[in-house]
């Protein structure tokens, strides 16, 4: 049996191109004064694409979009403690994840996360998405002083839900931090593609909508 299913959080649970994207709106509609010369469909394009999912921190995003427009009448940093402070409060979750989790909870299944990222700004985010408190383990890379694909970090997960790999899932869109990093310490692997990483041959299954992965569970447990 399938004991646990453990995920990985932004682009998996978490639709985070589409909640940068209401973040940054919000963003630009705050600073009237500031970004009055700034049209906000090209703030929120610039914020995103500088952002490259996750590649750039914030206070050199917001550097480059302040020099690019010559604004000096605000400071980088307080644009980065905006977005620490509320970014959680416009994250959406993909569609069918309450849905998912009462059907995995329902299959018997423990459910976790592991997420890279900042602590506790990644807790506040999952915490967003209206199911924290329905997972038995949630670790936030900064906080266990480790990140994906690190093998120990899936291994401590395992532990605190006090499941084996061979019992065990990961679910999540990055090739080598979720998938090859699940992979090496024995586990099963279910594949959600993004438009960073459209495609992984190496998964085991692969889910491009939530309502389907308690179906693909049930069908790893059937191929025993």
Not at 30 to 41: L, R
Not at 80 to 109: K, N, S
Not at 191 to 201: H, Q
Request: aromatic share 10%; net charge negative; with cysteine.
């Amino acid at each position: 049996m399938i004991h646990a299913v453990i995920f990985d959080m932004d682009e998996t649970l978490l639709d985070r191109q589409s909640s940068l994207r209401a973040f940054a709106a919000a963003q630009h509609r705050a600073h009237p004064d500031a970004f009055s010369e700034v049209p906000v469909a090209h703030f929120v394009e610039r914020f995103l694409a500088l952002d490259n999912n996750g590649a750039l921190w914030k206070a050199e995003v917001y550097q480059q979009i302040l020099d690019e427009n010559r604004i000096t009448s605000l400071e980088p940093q307080t644009l980065v403690d905006e977005y620490i402070a509320d970014f959680h409060r416009h994250c959406h979750p993909f569609a069918g994840l309450p849905e998912m989790v009462d059907e995995l909870l329902a299959d018997g299944r423990q459910l976790g996360l592991i997420t890279n990222g900042r602590y506790p700004f990644q807790w506040h985010n999952f915490q967003s998405l209206g199911v924290a408190d329905r997972f038995g383990a949630v670790l936030v890379s900064e906080h266990e002083g480790m990140r994906k694909p690190n093998p120990e970090i899936f291994r401590r997960a395992l532990s605190r839900l006090d499941v084996t790999a061979e019992t065990a899932v990961f679910v999540g869109d990055n090739p080598e931090a979720d998938m090859r990093g699940a992979q090496s310490v024995g586990m099963r692997t279910i594949y959600r593609p993004s438009p960073f990483w459209p495609e992984c041959a190496f998964a085991d299954a692969v889910c491009t909508d939530l309502r389907q992965l308690p179906g693909l569970v049930r069908g790893f447990e059937a191929s025993r």
